[in-house]
C-alpha cells in the first residue's frame, strides 16, 4: 500500500510518503501564502530544498507530488500509484472514536469541531479539501488527536459545571497527542514481551506541547490536557494547570481582554514565561550553571509530572510501566530524572547509568518492579498503520 501522510498547518504541511511501512519520502512546505515559500524533500538518494512562492495548499501539494513522479527523484510513477492519503486531524470532537473515510459527511463533522480547535482544524480541513483536488483517485482518511482518548469514562471527562455546558457546548476534557501514546503504548508492550490488554502504563509525550496518559490494558482512562491542549503540563508557551480565576485576574488587572489573556496563556507562559525560553536545551544550560530562574522552572515541571504519575497509579490500580516519549521525553536526562526522584514508593527506580546512556528502551534497574522505558514516538507511521487497518490492505 503506497501512502501519503499529510499534517497540514495553516501556513505549513509536512509529509511523508510511505510503501507500506517504509518512508520513500518526507519533507515540509512552509510560508504558505505568505510570498516567500520553502519546500524540503528527502529520499534516501535525494536532499532538495527549494525557496519559492507557495500561493496556497494546492500549490505546494502539486509541487509536493511533482517531485513524487519525477523521473530523477520520484519514488512512484504517477499519481494513480497513490492509494491513501492520511491526513493528521486534531479535533474528532465525541464523534469520532476511530480512523474514518472522509465524505462530505465527515468534512461537516470535522467542521463542526471548529470551535473546540480554531487554530488547528480549519488547516486540516484546508488539507483534505485541496488533497481531494490533487490526488482524486486516492482514498482520503481522517486520523484524529482526540479519538484515543474517546475511551475515558465520564467521571475523568465531564467537569464540574452546570449539564448544559456539556450537552450543548461540548465543555469536557477530550484530550491529544492520542496518536503518539497509542503507538508508544503498542511499542512498549512489545519491548516487555506483553499484550497491550495485560499491561497498566502510564506514556508521557514531552515536547513544546506535553501531555501524559493513563492506559488500562490497552484503554486510555485519563489524559491531563483537557478541552484544549492548555490544561495539565508546563510546556514551553502554555501554562498547564491554572487556578480558573487566574484569568479573570489578570483581565482585570492587567486591563487585558480575554483574547490576550489566553495569548498569554498560551504563547507567553510555560518555560518561556518562567524563563524567557522555550527551548529546553538552553534552560537545561542555565540549569546547570545555577540559574534561579531555570532551576525554578524546571522544578516546578517536574513536579507537574511527579503529580501526575501519582494520580495515574491511583487511578489504574498499579502500574507496569512508564512511557517516556517526543523530544523531550526521549533526549532529556535531567528532566527524567528530576521527575522521577523519590517514586521508589511507587515501585519506580530510575538506573542512572541508563538514563545517562540508554543502551535501549529501558532505563529503570532490573530490579524496578515498574519497567521505565524511553520509546521514540512515530505518529507517522501509525496513521499508516490506521489507514492500513481502516481500508484492510495487509501492510
Not at 252 to 266: A, S
Not at 361 to 365: D, E, L, Q, Y
Given at each position: 500500500m503506497k501512502t501519503l501522510v499529510l499534517n497540514c498547518g495553516s501556513s505549513s504541511i509536512k509529509y511523508q510518503f510511505y510503501q507500506g511501512e517504509e518512508v520513500l519520502a518526507k519533507g515540509l512546505a512552509e510560508q504558505i501564502g505568505e510570498g516567500a515559500g520553502h519546500l524540503v524533500y528527502q529520499t534516501q538518494g535525494a536532499d532538495l530544498q527549494r525557496q519559492n512562492p507557495l500561493k496556497d495548499h494546492h500549490q505546494a501539494l502539486e509541487e509536493i507530488l511533482a517531485l513524487l513522479v519525477d523521473p530523477k527523484v520520484g519514488v512512484i510513477k504517477d499519481r494513480k500509484d497513490l492509494d491513501c492519503v492520511g491526513h493528521r486531524v486534531v479535533h474528532g470532537g465525541e464523534r469520532f472514536k476511530q480512523p474514518?473515510?472522509?465524505?462530505?459527511?465527515?468534512?461537516?463533522?470535522?467542521?463542526?469541531?471548529?470551535?473546540?480547535?480554531?487554530?488547528?482544524?480549519?488547516?486540516?480541513?484546508?488539507?483534505?479539501?485541496?488533497?481531494?483536488?490533487?490526488?482524486p483517485r486516492a482514498k482520503q482518511i481522517a486520523v484524529f488527536?482526540?479519538?484515543?482518548?474517546?475511551?475515558?469514562?465520564?467521571?475523568?471527562?465531564?467537569?464540574?459545571?452546570?449539564?448544559?455546558?456539556y450537552k450543548k457546548l461540548g465543555v469536557r476534557r477530550y484530550g491529544f497527542h492520542g496518536t503518539s501514546h497509542k503507538y508508544v503504548a503498542h511499542r512498549a508492550a512489545e519491548f516487555l514481551g506483553k499484550p497491550l490488554e495485560a499491561l497498566k502504563l502510564i506514556t508521557l509525550h514531552l515536547g513544546n506541547g506535553s501531555s501524559m496518559a493513563a492506559i488500562d490494558r490497552g484503554q486510555c482512562i485519563d489524559t491531563s490536557m483537557g478541552m484544549t491542549p492548555l490544561e495539565g503540563l508546563v510546556m514551553g508557551t502554555r501554562c498547564g494547570d491554572l487556578d480558573p480565576a487566574i484569568p479573570l485576574f489578570l483581565s482585570?488587572?492587567?486591563?487585558?481582554?480575554?483574547?490576550?489573556?489566553?495569548?498569554?496563556?498560551?504563547k507567553k507562559a510555560g518555560f518561556k514565561g518562567m524563563t524567557g525560553h522555550n527551548d529546553l536545551r538552553t534552560i537545561e544550560a542555565e540549569y546547570g550553571e545555577g540559574n534561579e530562574a531555570a532551576i525554578r522552572a524546571l522544578d516546578l515541571a517536574a513536579y507537574r509530572i511527579k503529580k501526575y504519575i501519582g494520580a495515574y497509579w491511583a487511578a489504574l490500580g498499579g502500574?507496569?510501566?512508564l512511557v517516556f516519549t517526543a523530544g523531550i521525553g526521549e533526549n532529556s536526562v535531567l528532566t527524567r530524572k528530576l521527575a522521577l526522584e523519590?517514586?521508589?514508593g511507587l515501585g519506580i527506580h530510575l538506573d542512572p547509568k541508563l538514563n545517562a546512556k540508554p543502551k535501549g528502551?529501558?532505563?529503570?534497574?532490573k530490579a524496578s518492579p515498574v519497567s521505565v522505558l524511553v520509546v521514540p514516538t512515530n505518529e507517522e507511521l501509525q496513521i499508516v498503520r490506521e489507514v492500513g487497518s481502516l481500508t484492510k490492505i495487509t501492510l
Open positions: 474514518v473515510a472522509i465524505d462530505s459527511v465527515v468534512l461537516q463533522a470535522i467542521r463542526a469541531c471548529i470551535p473546540l480547535a480554531p487554530l488547528h482544524n480549519p488547516a486540516n480541513i484546508e488539507g483534505i479539501e485541496t488533497a481531494m483536488v490533487v490526488f488527536d482526540t479519538a484515543f482518548h474517546q475511551s475515558i469514562p465520564e467521571r475523568a471527562y465531564r467537569y464540574a459545571l452546570p449539564e448544559d455546558h482585570t488587572h492587567l486591563g487585558l481582554d480575554m483574547k490576550e489573556v489566553d495569548q498569554l496563556l498560551n502500574l507496569d510501566a523519590g517514586l521508589e528502551p529501558a532505563i529503570s534497574t
